[in-house]
């Protein structure tokens, strides 16, 4: 799997949009871009996936490049239960089952 | 919404003793997969299971860990003989045919003293 580059932490006020970076620049064609958070100590929550285009459903919308070295999720409108460690993987449709999570990015939505 | 869940939410066990841990998976689904998170850790990928074999396991998935699907509906991870690092939270997830999304229960906080 490429490897992501997040940054590890990142304020947001509520009701604004929280914008979240990642950096694959090695991702290769056939990966895909997952994003994944976790509130607290909950379980992993899945959020959205994309290969090349820009993608959108009831949780955020996922934005990637045109050369897909990198990527930025969007929570249009953030509230404070959006506090939580968001988690940007990158791996192949068919690759093995395991999911590798990185550091993340901690995302804090302030009042 | 149908949703991954596990039993107990927290087991305390003493050095040594063997401890199981429960999840019931999304009904419909074929894959699944525990995962386990040290406090102020990352995740950490441990087995996936399909079709009734293991299909992957890391490196922390010794001889000490199995996993059951016993009855079609649960899904359980076996700690033989813990230990104190076996301390962590333990994560279940699933999915289904097709999909690559994977669906994760509320965990079990399993403490080892």
């Known amino acids: 799997d490429a490897k992501t580059t997040q940054p590890p932490s990142m304020d947001c006020a509520e009701g604004r949009a929280a914008n979240l970076p990642c950096n694959h620049s090695?991702?290769?064609?056939?990966?895909?871009v997952y994003w994944y958070r976790q509130i607290h100590s909950q379980g992993p929550q899945y959020i959205i996936h994309?290969?090349?285009n820009n993608e959108t459903n009831e949780m955020a919308s996922l934005i990637i490049t045109e050369d897909r070295k990198s990527s930025t999720l969007i929570l249009p409108h953030a509230t404070l239960r959006d506090t939580a460690v968001y988690y940007c993987?990158?791996?192949?449709?068919?690759?093995?089952?395991?999911?590798?999570f990185g550091g993340g990015t901690r995302l804090m939505v302030k009042p | 919404e149908p949703e991954v869940t596990q039993t107990p939410s927290h087991q305390v066990t003493q050095m040594g003793q063997e401890v199981i841990l429960r999840c019931v998976p999304i009904?419909?689904?074929?894959?699944f997969y525990w995962y386990r998170q040290i406090l102020g850790q990352k995740v950490e990928f441990l087995v996936s299971?399909?079709?009734?074999?293991?299909?992957?396991k890391s490196e922390i998935f010794d001889d000490q860990f199995s996993v059951e699907r016993p009855d079609g509906s649960n899904f359980t991870l076996k700690i033989r003989s813990t230990k104190l690092e076996d301390s962590a939270m333990y994560f279940c997830?699933?999915?289904?045919?097709?999909?690559?999304?994977?669906?994760f229960g509320p965990g079990t906080r399993l403490t080892v003293t």
């Open positions: 997830a699933s999915r289904g045919q097709g999909v690559i999304e994977q669906y």
């Open positions: 090695t991702i290769s064609g056939n990966e895909y």
């Open positions: 994309g290969l090349k």
């Open positions: 993987i990158v791996r192949a449709y068919n690759a093995g089952n395991m999911l590798t």
């Open positions: 009904s419909n689904h074929l894959y």
């Open positions: 299971f399909y079709n009734n074999e293991i299909s992957e």
